[in-house]
């Protein structure tokens, strides 16, 4: 049946609002917001420069992370067959290779703008198509890998958009201080996406997945992932207080104290409070990169 709905056959047109569905909105959100702190770190005046602002938002959302939102869903077109029939590919909304297509285009249109930003912006744009087309497609398919697949997301949401928003407001590359905290930012995400990985151990197990959940078992994962939020924060912290940026050393301290004490909460039984700790220890965290990136520019 998953075949015949998805067949290449088909040639009907997909509504925008379905194309709009399969490019996953919720999930923009992640590297918009590194986009912007890597903006604020740069120190550069973002009024005077509102039009790269802009166009920055729009590459390292809707058009980089659509895309590689929309391989996903592509590459993983059989198994939503059966867990999720409602989404657009498998139901026919969006039919035969239309996604394709789209992510063809999708790629073309991401390099196009990231050169017109700027030679350190394409280099990083074409870091994270391989990404994106990597961590789905065979050969490589790094979302099989636990720790791959997790590092590979943490680096694309996180360090490249971090890195493209610096760069475009720099015009270049930027300076050493905001690639390093970027990069410990980017090895803390490891741990959130590994907490994302707790809601499916059992499809992971039965499909092949090696999640951490999976390969180490739920409690050691989640122990694992509470070290790497933790530490890559108190390095930040420890960068911001050499740098003489007390106050937002302060605030970064403030959150990650609080994120440990919630973590107490998520190893006592990770599987159920996961979601929970996304909604709250994760927001903390995306809020200590914002104070990071305020210090770095200056504005604290």
């Known amino acids: 049946m998953a075949d015949s709905i998805i067949s290449p056959r088909s040639a009907r047109v997909p509504a925008v609002k379905d194309i709009i569905q399969l490019t996953k909105p919720v999930t923009w959100f992640p590297p918009m917001w590194a986009f912007m ?33 929309v391989i996903n869903d592509w590459c993983d077109r059989h198994v939503d067959a059966i867990n999720e029939p409602d989404r657009p590919i498998p139901s026919g909304r969006v039919p035969g290779l239309w996604p394709v297509w789209i992510a063809l285009a999708g790629s073309a249109i991401s390099l196009a703008v990231a050169a017109a930003l700027g030679t350190w912006v394409l280099l ?54 905001i690639i390093v905290v970027l ?16 809601k499916a151990v059992e499809g992971d197990r039965a499909t092949g997945l090696r999640s951490l959940p999976v390969t180490m078992g739920v409690r050691p994962a989640a122990l694992l992932a509470c070290g790497v939020m933790a530490g890559a924060q108190f390095a930040v912290i420890a960068l911001l207080i050499a740098e003489n940026l007390i106050l937002s050393a302060s605030v970064v301290g403030l959150f990650t104290a609080i994120q440990l004490g919630l973590m107490v909460r998520l190893v006592g039984n990770p599987a159920k409070f996961a979601p929970w700790y996304n909604a709250t220890g994760v927001s903390l965290y995306v809020f200590g990169m914002l104070a990071a990136a305020l210090g770095l520019g200056n504005y604290i």
């Open 124 to 177: 990083a744009t074409c870091v994270a198509l391989f990404f994106g087309w990597a961590y789905s497609s065979p050969p490589f398919r790094f979302k099989r890998s636990g720790w791959i697949g997790p590092m590979v997301c943490a680096l694309s949401y996180e360090g490249l958009s971090w890195f493209t928003g610096a760069s475009v407001m720099a015009g270049g590359l930027p300076p050493t201080n």
């Open 183 to 198: 990069l410990l930012y980017s090895l803390g995400a490891h741990g959130i996406m590994t907490l994302n990985d707790f």
């Open 37 to 69: 702190c890597g903006v604020v770190s740069s120190g550069i005046s973002i009024t005077e420069n509102w039009l790269f602002l802009v166009v920055g938002i729009a590459l390292t959302g809707p058009i980089v992370c659509g895309t590689s939102q």
